[in-house]
């Protein structure tokens, strides 16, 4: 079954501890991105990727980091998470070019404290 | 950049009526506005989308207009049902461009009530 998944699907954590989501799709897509969604605020793409080693800032890239060492693989880091970096992240994959559907995850919520 | 505005932010229907929902974007070299449907807990799913080189692209109920001068698309979606209710987001980006940036509106959360 073609599918984007992530881990965990929820989190809480405290302020500093490092954390990292994991995505993986089996689609073979070339593109990968990181959202995250807030009320009011709709989706708001943190990074995308184009292939392997290749990434790049979305809107809200402060805080975040990205690698993308496999080309299934694109995982979300947060060196020193934040209360305000509490919301529900979004992976997605999308096979670009023509193909421009974004694939989505099932979303991870994560809480700050 | 490109910068996405939808409205309205919520919008209650009858069932059957129709619902509209309007989107307006920035960046004229945008050439591709996807709309996607998010369900209550679930992931958003692209429902259809529209290119520039189109005015208009209808899939049974639902259709999306564009207008490239005014920049500016709309989701119309007809004989609404109560399954229709939803979050709603309209998004843009380029196509061929850096493989998929998309940028979001703020989204539309849609009710029909029975």
């Known amino acids: 079954e073609a599918q984007v998944t992530q881990n965990p699907r929820y989190l809480i954590t405290v302020t500093g501890k490092k954390l990292t989501v994991t995505c993986s799709q089996n689609m073979n897509h070339e593109y990968m991105s990181w959202y995250r969604q807030d009320p009011g605020l709709g989706l708001r793409q943190i990074y995308y990727s184009m292939n392997v080693e290749v990434t790049d800032k979305g809107d809200v890239p402060e805080g975040y980091k990205v690698s993308r060492k496999e080309k299934r693989n694109f995982p979300l880091i947060l060196e020193s998470p934040s209360p305000n970096q509490t919301s529900l992240y979004f992976c997605?994959?999308?096979?670009?070019?023509?193909?421009?559907?974004?694939?989505f995850g099932p979303g991870t919520r994560l809480t700050v404290l | 950049g490109e910068n996405v505005e939808q409205h309205p932010s919520t919008l209650s229907v009858q069932e059957g009526d129709s619902a509209v929902i309007k989107c307006t974007y920035s960046d004229s070299a945008s050439n591709y506005f996807p709309w996607y449907k998010q369900e209550l807990g679930k992931r958003p799913q692209l429902i259809i989308d529209?290119?520039?080189?189109?005015g208009e692209k209808k899939d049974q109920r639902i259709a999306v207009t564009l207008n490239k001068t005014a920049k500016h698309f709309s989701l119309h979606i007809t004989e609404t049902q109560p399954e229709d209710s939803a979050v709603y987001f309209c998004?843009?980006?380029?196509?061929?461009?850096?493989?998929?940036?998309?940028?979001f509106g703020q989204g539309t959360e849609l009710s029909v009530k029975p």
């Open positions: 997605a994959s999308s096979g670009g070019g023509s193909y421009n559907e974004q694939f």
């Open positions: 998004a843009a980006s380029l196509i061929y461009n850096q493989g998929g940036k998309l940028i």
């Open positions: 529209i290119r520039s080189n189109v």
